[in-house]
């Protein structure tokens, strides 16, 4: 059977032991130590309890790293990507509604053709004046 060869670990798959993840974002490992305390990464843990940052841990850290130099506290940061965070979900399911929406008015539209050739010489109906519509 011929060798596989490795292939590159995902952006999700923790790799980077904490050294090297302090150096790839220019934080001290403590300061590293302190973000995984305060909940703001999660990075893998290994059998033995040590830390395993993926790429996206790292890029995480770079955004902390970020608004904490501007000034922002811990807390602060926290909700700031929380907030982020579910800006992105709202977007999709914006993006998801939106497509649903169109579905069925492609589909609405089909019917009221399907309809309209079938019965091409019924008069339209028109509510009489004064009549209550039941929609409002």
Do not use: C, K, W
Not at 22 to 35: D, K, N, S
Not at 36 to 45: C, E, Q
């Amino acid at each position: 059977m011929p060798r596989q060869s490795p292939r590159a670990p995902g952006p999700s798959t923790p790799v980077y032991v904490i050294s090297v993840a302090a150096e790839l974002t220019g934080l001290h490992p403590q300061t590293l130590r302190q973000y995984d305390r305060a909940g703001l990464v999660s990075p893998g843990r290994t059998g033995g309890g040590g830390r395993r940052y993926s790429l996206n841990d790292i890029e995480a850290l770079r955004v902390v790293a970020e608004l904490t130099a501007t000034g922002i506290g811990l807390e602060g940061v926290r909700r700031i990507i929380d907030l982020e965070n579910q800006v992105i979900a709202l977007r999709a399911r914006n993006a998801e509604l939106l497509e649903r929406a169109r579905a069925l008015q492609s589909a609405l539209d089909q019917t009221a053709a399907a309809l309209d050739a079938r019965r091409p010489n019924l008069p339209a109906l028109r509510p009489r004046t004064g009549a209550i519509h039941p929609f409002g």
